[in-house]
């Protein structure tokens, strides 16, 4: 009987010790608003406008997957609304490790937006949408808003 009660504590202290670590890494917002994106030139062209972005990773994670898209909003009476017609960025790229930065580039065709009064070209909204540390269940991760939303 006195070795049993030391026996129950070791065993439940293990119990907790190995219950209690997980070797999977927890990603918070505070994370995921570390992923930065800066305007670097906006080119208006006959044909459409060209967008040229920045985007760095100061969060402690590798982004193991990443897209970024561009859309309009759409105006309404009550102000604007989500806009289902994104346009994808070129140049994402697979493990952008954390302290890295790449240049993204979208263009935005004339055709879809010049005669459309109710879409707000002006202020564009970006969605950021991708995995931390590794492409897998429970690390998907997604952001949107205006360029100030991503500021650095």
């Keep these: 009987m006195g070795r049993l009660v030391p026996s129950i504590i070791m065993i439940s202290f293990i119990f907790i010790v190995l219950t209690g670590c997980n070797s999977e890494p927890q990603v918070k917002t ?4 570390q ?4 305007l670097i030139e906006k080119s208006e062209m006959p044909n459409g406008t060209a967008y040229t972005f920045k985007l760095k990773n100061l969060s402690r994670f590798t982004i193991a997957q990443n897209n970024v898209y561009l859309s309009y909003p759409i105006k309404t009476s009550n102000g604007s609304r989500g806009n289902e017609f994104k ?4 140049n994402n790229r697979l493990h ?9 580039n979208a263009f935005a065709p004339a055709e879809e937006w010049e005669d459309n009064r109710k879409l707000d070209t002006e ?3 970006l969605d950021i949408i991708g995995y931390i540390g590794e492409v897998k269940e429970g690390r998907r991760f997604q952001k949107s808003g205006g360029i100030e939303s991503f500021k650095m």
């Excluded at 505070?30 to 608003?33: C, G, L």
């Design 30 to 33: 505070t994370d995921i608003d």
């Design 35 to 38: 992923i930065k994106i800066e």
């Design 87 to 90: 346009i994808e960025a070129k």
């Design 96 to 104: 952008i490790k954390s302290g890295e930065e790449i240049i993204l």
């Design 123 to 125: 202020n564009f909204i």
